[in-house]
Each structure stands twice: as C-alpha cells, then as structure tokens.
C-alpha cells in the first residue's frame, strides 16, 4: 500500500514539475516576441521621424525621404525577426 502512495506522490511531482517549466517557457516565449515587437516599433519610428527630419530640411514637394525610411526600417526590422527565428531554430 505504501508503494502504491509513494508512485501516486511522485507522478504528481512529475506532472507538477511539467506544469511549472511549461509555465516558464510560454512566458519566456511571450516576452521574446514582445521584444521584438518593441524593437521593430521602435525602428520604424525612428526611420519615419529622420525622414520626416530630412523632409522638412530639403523642402521637398513630397515627403519622399519619409516614405523611404519608412520602408527601409520594415525590410530591417522584417530581417531582423527572421534572423533571429532561424538563429533560435538553429539551435534546437
């Protein structure tokens, strides 16, 4: 009877220890991609803001250097998720 209890107690050790770590990598997971999510907001604006900055300094008939980094700052932020995607799937 005793051995019985014992196993009983170390499947719900076992199963708790999976519940905690699963816990713990969701919440790593999530907060990765918040990061990137940060740092891609955070290079877009400042692509937009030295366009608009250069814009506004050239004169220009059309807010073209806006437009530019703009782009520009999304195909390096793109890149930059997709790099470090196949960098974290490289090492599994």
Excluded: C, W
């Excluded at 073209?64 to 997709?82: E, G, H, K, P, R």
């Amino acid at each position: 009877m005793s051995k019985k209890i014992k196993k009983d107690a170390s499947k719900k050790a076992n199963i708790s220890k999976k519940i905690d770590s699963s816990k713990g990598a969701s919440t790593s997971k999530g907060a990765n991609y918040l990061g990137l999510a940060f740092q891609m907001g955070i290079l877009i604006f400042l692509g937009a803001y030295g366009g608009m900055k250069l814009d506004k300094k050239i004169g220009g008939e059309y807010p073209i250097f806006t437009i530019i980094f703009s782009l520009l700052a999304i195909v390096l932020s793109m890149y930059n998720i997709i790099r470090k995607e196949i960098h974290k799937n490289k090492k599994k």
